[in-house]
C-alpha cells in the first residue's frame, strides 16, 4: 500500500469514527422510532382500542381517497412553499446587507435573528396573540400611521399562519446563507465595479452565482421545518386551515386512531425524503471558496 493510499484510508477511518457516536444516536433513537411509526401504520383500528395488531393497507389506502386528508396535504405544502419561498428571499437580503455592513451592525442583526431561537413556540404564538388581533399592537400601528381608517383584525386568517411561519423558519435560512457568503471574497465585488459592471451586473453575474448553492440548501431545510410546524397554523390561522400535522394530532389524540396517524406521518417522512433527493439533484455541482 502506497504513502498516499494509506494517508487517505487513515483519514477515512478517522471520518467515520468521529462520526460513530452521532450515527449510533440516530440508530437508537431516530430510526426505531421511526421504525416503530411504519409497523404502527400497518395496524388495523376497532374503536374504542387505539389499534389492533395486524398488517393492512387500508390508513395508506384512505390517504388517497379521503379527501379531507388531501386537503390537509395540499394546504401544508402551499403554506410551506409559500413560507420557505418567502423567507429565503428576506433572509438572502438580510444576509447580503450584513455580509457587506461593518461589524457592529453584523452583531446586531445576528443577535436579533437569535431571539426566535431562544424562545420556545408557545412564546411566540402568545406574543402574536398580542400583535394580531383587532386591539393588538398591529392594528393600533396601522390606524396611527393613516395607512387603515378601521382597526383589523388579522389573527385566525391564513395570513396570520403565513407570518408565524415565516417568523419560525427565517432564522435557519438567514444563518444558513450567511454561512455561505462568508466562504466568498468580497474583493469579487469591488473587481466587477472596477471593470465598469452596474450593481445589478455584478449581482446578477458575481454574487449569485456564488450563492446559489446556499439558496437551494436554504429553501430546502425551510421547507423542510416549514412542513414540520404545526402549533403554529393551528393556533394563528381559520379552523378551515388544516394541515397534515393537525391531522396527526387529530387522529392521534381526538380519534385515538394510532395507526392512521402513523401513516400520515409515514408519508410525510417520505415526502421529506424525497425533497431532500430532489433538491439534491438541482443543487449546484460546483464549490464556494
Not at 466562504?183 to 451586473?201: H, K, N, T, V, Y
Request: hydrophobic share 55%.
Amino acid at each position: 500500500m502506497t504513502d498516499a493510499r494509506r494517508r487517505r484510508t487513515g483519514e477515512a477511518l478517522g471520518f467515520w469514527l468521529l462520526l460513530a457516536p452521532s450515527l449510533l444516536l440516530l440508530v437508537l433513537v431516530f430510526a426505531r422510532t421511526v421504525a416503530g411509526v411504519v409497523r404502527m401504520s400497518f395496524n388495523g383500528w376497532t374503536p374504542p382500542s387505539f389499534y389492533v395488531e395486524d398488517v393492512v393497507l387500508d390508513h395508506y389506502v384512505r390517504l388517497a381517497t379521503d379527501p379531507l386528508i388531501r386537503e390537509a396535504a395540499f394546504n401544508t405544502v402551499v403554506l410551506a412553499f409559500q413560507a420557505a419561498l418567502t423567507s429565503v428571499v428576506l433572509a438572502y437580503v438580510m444576509t447580503l446587507i450584513v455580509w457587506l455592513r461593518p461589524k457592529r451592525f453584523r452583531l446586531t442583526v445576528i443577535g436579533l435573528m437569535l431571539c426566535p431561537l431562544l424562545a420556545s413556540e408557545i412564546s411566540i404564538i402568545f406574543g402574536w396573540w398580542l400583535v394580531l388581533p383587532r386591539n393588538g399592537l398591529l392594528s393600533y400601528m396601522l390606524v396611527g400611521s393613516g395607512l387603515v381608517s378601521e382597526k383589523i383584525n388579522l389573527l385566525y386568517t391564513e395570513f396570520a399562519a403565513f407570518l408565524g411561519l415565516v417568523y419560525a423558519i427565517l432564522p435557519y435560512s438567514f444563518f444558513i446563507l450567511l454561512s455561505v457568503m462568508d466562504r466568498q471574497d468580497r474583493l469579487l465585488i469591488e473587481a466587477s465595479a472596477d471593470l465598469g459592471a452596474s450593481p445589478l451586473s455584478t449581482f446578477r453575474e458575481v454574487v449569485l452565482p456564488l450563492t446559489w448553492r446556499g439558496v437551494v440548501l436554504a429553501f430546502s431545510q425551510a421547507l423542510i421545518w416549514a412542513f414540520g410546524i404545526y402549533a403554529t397554523p393551528s393556533a394563528l390561522g381559520p379552523d378551515t386551515l388544516w394541515t397534515m400535522g393537525q391531522r396527526i394530532q387529530e387522529e392521534m389524540i381526538g380519534r385515538a386512531n394510532w395507526p392512521l396517524a402513523s401513516a400520515i406521518a409515514v408519508a410525510m417522512i417520505a415526502a421529506i425524503a424525497l425533497l431532500l433527493v430532489v433538491m439534491r439533484t438541482v443543487e449546484p455541482k460546483e464549490r464556494t471558496a
